[in-house]
């Protein structure tokens, strides 16, 4: 009977390098590129892309995207700067989809 | 005969003449080696440290470099389990270095309030303080820090999100020589406290409230004002009440503007961007108003063929800009050195069109121009400067420049 002790984390799907928290997941319920994202407030391990403004669905935005620092897999990206008022909330925090991470120590 | 030694001779002034003339650092650390006397002199000589240590060890420094000016005890961004700089270490500082003028807290994320409180009471000559990203901080550590150190010459509270207005006024009652101020993120100020602070505090020269979304129209006329011949940097960065007024305002009143970020302020047209155009002409170097969807050729036209000395510009997302606002440039030589054109309409031609007049041009980035490819300026046979960088798919370092 093994007993985990230790954070649940998520890593990377290539490489398994933890790149979040579970404690940090504040919604299941993004659109990624490829299908449902996870909106993270902080990521690590990771390496982040150089800016650019996107016209995303709900509307324009500063991104860059987010890399594993190992493997440099792009899983997913950075809200750097919103446009909309309503999406200023997302500012500083992480998009990372669910197909490009793996559930670590559960 | 009698024999004197050198040491006893040479007076404190001398030597530290002799210390002054030594450029290594390496050699000034071995003249410290030479005897007491001579550690001493050349420890009370050092002006400035960056540290990261405990609390012993910084009641040794504090009582080895008792005459340090500038102390950096910065920390590093990146999330850690160490708690780093905490308040007690605050207040062996203020107990130690008496003559502290320039204080780095950066990122320092353990301390609070109550370590501001001993800064407040211990280093009354302190001008300088730097606590961006401390996120504990509220207004009554930092009132404190107003209170006790009245000749603060510059505060940067960058990310300290529980700042409100009430700080603002008991800056504006108490530092009176402020001249840099730091707000960026702090939300919860309103034109209510920039209009308080500005009140007291009227030499300000540089003022920074990117993303403080209350501040408006009525807060940068009270700046305009009060400020109109100090203010040189002003930053508005998603300060999406800020409208026509704000720029009427700075047309009218701050001559020496050199700075202006006002990308995301997305009210502002080109009237108003017109009337600043003429009125900063020549003390204009950097605009940011990457954004500002209401902008057209007009307006950007304007902005190129008067403000002569304009070094940086970043216009991207000014949706309605075309390369129209290129053309007619005669043969003015612009200054440009830094110049971000993301513009979905300008194409190659407009690029070529600046690049005839944009001599100097060290850096150009078109990373979401949609008509502007590596490609596609090849083929239209484009020459760039020399040492110019540009940037079409983002794989460069990014610019710090505003």
């Given at each position: 009977m093994g007993e985990i002790i230790g954070p649940r984390?998520?890593?990377?799907?290539?490489?398994?390098?933890?790149?979040?928290?579970?404690?940090?997941?504040?919604?299941?319920?993004?659109?990624?590129?490829?299908?449902?994202?996870?909106?993270?407030?902080?990521?690590?391990?990771?390496?982040?892309?150089?800016?650019?403004?996107?016209?995303?669905?709900?509307?324009?935005?500063?991104?860059?995207?987010?890399?594993?620092?190992?493997c440099r897999e792009v899983l997913g990206w950075k809200y750097e700067r919103a446009y909309e008022e309503t999406q200023k909330y997302k500012e500083g925090k992480f998009i990372l989809e669910k197909s490009k991470i793996a559930q670590e120590n559960w | 005969m009698d024999f004197v030694c050198i040491n006893d001779m040479l007076r404190?002034?001398?030597?530290?003449?002799?210390?002054?003339?030594?450029?290594?650092?390496?050699?000034?650390?071995?003249?410290?080696?030479?005897?007491?006397?001579?550690?001493?002199?050349?420890s009370t000589e050092r002006k400035k440290l960056s540290v990261r240590a405990g609390p012993h060890l910084l009641r040794k420094i504090a009582a080895r470099f008792s005459r340090l000016v500038e102390l950096d005890l910065s920390q590093s961004v990146s999330r850690s389990f160490h708690p780093g700089i905490t308040d007690s270490d605050l207040a062996v500082i203020a107990d130690g270095f008496k003559s502290l003028k320039v204080l780095n807290l950066q990122n320092c994320k353990g301390i609070a309030d109550t370590g501001m409180v001993s800064i407040g009471c211990g280093l009354s000559s302190l001008q300088s303080l730097d606590v961006s990203y401390c996120r504990k901080l509220t207004d009554k550590g930092l009132s404190a820090v107003a209170e006790g150190c009245h000749d603060l010459r510059s505060l940067h509270l960058a990310g300290c999100r529980f700042v409100t207005d009430g700080l603002l006024q008991a800056i504006s009652k108490n530092c009176c020589n402020l001249e840099e101020l730091v707000l960026q993120g702090c939300t919860n100020i309103s034109d209510i406290g920039i209009t308080d602070l500005v009140n007291g505090c009227r030499n300000i020269t540089f003022l920074d409230v990117n993303k403080c979304s209350n501040i408006g129209d009525t807060g940068i006329f009270s700046v305009s004002k009060a400020c109109s011949a100090s203010l040189k940097t002003l930053k508005l960065l998603d300060c999406y009440k800020v409208g026509d007024e704000s720029?009427?305002?700075?047309?009218?009143?701050?001559?020496?503007?050199?700075?202006?970020?006002?990308?995301?302020?997305?009210?502002?047209?080109?009237?108003?961007?017109?009337?600043?155009?003429?009125?900063?002409?020549s003390s204009l170097k950097k605009l940011r108003m990457d954004w500002c969807l209401n902008i057209s050729d007009s307006s950007m036209s304007c902005i190129l063929t008067q403000c002569r000395n304009l070094e940086a510009l970043d216009i991207g997302c000014c949706e309605q800009v075309t390369d129209a606002a290129f053309e007619g440039l005669g043969e003015i030589e612009l200054?440009?050195?830094?110049?971000?054109?993301?513009?979905?309409?300008?194409?190659?031609?407009?690029?070529?069109?600046?690049?005839?007049?944009?001599?100097?041009?060290?850096?150009l980035d078109v990373r979401s121009c949609p008509h502007v490819t590596k490609v596609g300026c090849e083929e239209a046979g484009l020459q760039f400067p020399q040492c110019c960088k540009v940037n079409f798919l983002g794989s460069l370092n990014e610019m710090d420049v505003f």
């Open positions: 984390l998520y890593s990377c799907c290539n490489c398994r390098n933890h790149v979040a928290l579970h404690d940090d997941v504040i919604s299941k319920s993004f659109q990624g590129r490829n299908g449902r994202a996870f909106l993270f407030s902080h990521a690590m391990n990771i390496v982040v892309g150089p800016k650019e403004d996107r016209q995303l669905m709900t509307g324009l935005h500063t991104v860059a995207d987010v890399y594993c620092s190992d | 404190d002034d001398e030597l530290r003449s002799i210390l002054s003339r030594l450029d290594n650092d390496k050699d000034k650390e071995r003249f410290g080696l030479v005897c007491k006397r001579w550690l001493y002199l050349q720029l009427f305002s700075l047309a009218e009143f701050c001559k020496n503007l050199e700075t202006l970020v006002i990308g995301g302020c997305r009210d502002i047209s080109d009237e108003s961007l017109k009337s600043l155009a003429a009125a900063c002409k200054s440009l050195k830094f110049l971000m054109v993301n513009c979905p309409k300008v194409t190659v031609a407009g690029i070529g069109m600046l690049l005839d007049r944009c001599t100097s041009l060290e850096y």
